[in-house]
DNA sequence: TATTGACTTGAAGTTAACTCTAAGTGATAT
DNA sequence: ATATCACTTAGAGTTAACTTCAAGTCAATA
């Protein structure tokens, strides 16, 4: 799969693809005689990893560190765990902040709606 | 109320509510004879419509476009609601792609709980 | 054969949201 | 009186995550 394709499916940009592989979150990815990039079933599985977890936040520098545990093999269980656990409650608390901001705005829209405007609440 | 206690009310640091104001978030403070800003009630509620909102990861610029209209007055009620709602929008599909990757997380710190751990999968 | 289009590189540029620095003021504690 | 402390300013610096640029290669098509 050509790094452009990889770019649709995902929808990144080939030049965040080739950011995220300097970075050594992926690859690197094999490249025919030509010096092009050629993304086979593992790649496309991290980088569909690295894609739900940036999405949602998550830190370059730690998908790096959990990533490069992951290469390390059996050995490395451990430690992953604990960062995934930690990871996790980091994004609970986003989730907590957003949903209570989500809140607030539907209930805002609703004093919209009803017309029931205070001057001094905005 | 000073800056500080402000700060530490909202957990931001003095640099964040001046540069808020530099910003047009809020304010213009009031300041005493002596230079110093003196936080009054309306300044309270909109540093903490700010706070929650920026904790949610809304832009700045948005705020900022929001609180202007709100200061114009009844007249702009409309737009407001509209960029309201917009926001929301915006809100939820990050929300939605948030929790998307906790469930992941959880799921993968499953997997490691009960040591059901596929080589191939990262 | 010439041009088009997708790819390659290293490096520089951009953006948002802070964060820090340097230099100064003014009230209070020793 | 002198030191400490919280405050003030304008402006420069930082960070993360891209994004753009300039210059080049290569395969396929008009």
Redesign the interface.
Known sequence: MQISEVAQKFGLTTDTLRYYEREGLIGPIKKGKNGIRNYDE?DI??IQ?VK??R????EISFLKKY?DL?DE??KT?KE??EI??E??NI??E??D??????D???M??EL??KNI?D????
Request: glycine share 4%; aromatic share 10%.
């Open positions: 593992d599985k991290r990893f739900c977890m999405s949602a936040g998550l990533l992951f093999g059996d269980v992953r765990r995934l656990v990871q996790r994004l609970k986003k989730l902040a957003m949903q209570e901001a989500y607030k705005l539907t805002k829209i919209y709606d405007l001057k001094n609440l905005i």
